[in-house]
Every structure is written in structure tokens, then in C-alpha cells.
């Protein structure tokens, strides 16, 4: 007769390997850092800004001159004629002029920095 021998005590049973969570947590903590630090930020505008809208899509990326609805200008931390003197030595030249702006008010801005030898200038706007 055939005898089964059973143990007499049972070995715990098998728990499957579980994924390592932490590094991978590690690395998505390195990643945002990375790009939190990489990334560029745009500057503020400092007067209460409303852009006109165009139907162009060019992005702008040059340093924007800010123009108030009064005409107050703003060229980084520099502010009137420094900014506007500052504005026209950068090439090219972003203008982020308030839409409620005169034109009239725009266009002697223009041919000021035209004096003062600004070449390439664009308007910023947004799309509608």
C-alpha cells in the first residue's frame, strides 16, 4: 500500500513581487522639477492689457514694449522714454499696445521709434 507523506507544516504561500513605486515616483518628481526650472516664463503685462484681435497665426517671441490705453510705456523694468529708447536698440521689436489705444497715439509711437532706428517691429494681437 502507498503511503502519502504530508508535511507537517505548511510552507507560506507564494505572494507575487510587487512593482517598485517609489523610484518611479522619484523620476516623475525629477522630470516636473526639470521642467518647472527649463521652462520659460512670459512676462506680465503691467498696465491693464486688451490686444486687438488679427487673423495671422505668427507667434511672437521677442521682448514686448507694452502700451497702456493712455500711452504709458513699459519696456521691462524700464518705463517712458528709457523704454522707449531701450525698445528701439532690440531687434526685433514686439509692440503689445492696448486695443483701446488711438491709432493716432500708435502711429506716433511708430514713427518715433522709426527715428530712433527700430527696423523690425510687430504689432502683438489675438486671434478671435
Known amino acids: ?3 502519502r ?4 507544516i505548511a510552507s507560506p504561500p507564494r ?7 517609489v523610484p518611479m515616483i522619484n523620476v516623475v518628481f ?8 527649463t521652462a520659460q516664463i ?3 503685462a503691467p498696465f491693464d492689457m486688451t490686444l486687438p484681435r488679427a487673423l495671422g497665426d505668427e507667434a511672437l517671441t521677442a521682448v514686448p514694449l507694452f502700451v497702456s490705453r ?3 510705456l513699459a ?3 524700464l518705463r517712458g522714454t528709457e523704454a522707449l529708447a531701450a525698445a ?10 492696448d486695443a483701446r489705444l488711438e491709432a493716432a497715439q500708435l502711429a506716433r509711437l511708430l514713427a518715433e521709434l522709426g527715428r530712433l532706428g527700430a527696423a523690425d517691429i510687430q504689432l502683438a494681437t489675438v486671434r478671435p
Not at 505572494?15 to 513605486?21: A, I, K, T
Not at 528701439?88 to 499696445?97: F, H, R, S
Open 42 to 44: 512670459a512676462p506680465q
Open 70 to 72: 493712455d500711452g504709458d
Open 88 to 97: 528701439a536698440a532690440d531687434a526685433p521689436l514686439t509692440i503689445e499696445a
Open 15 to 21: 505572494r507575487r513581487m510587487r512593482e517598485p513605486v
Open 5 to 8: 507523506r504530508l508535511p507537517l
Open 75 to 77: 519696456y521691462g523694468p
Open 1 to 3: 500500500m502507498l503511503s
Open 30 to 37: 525629477l522630470l516636473l522639477i526639470f521642467f518647472l526650472m
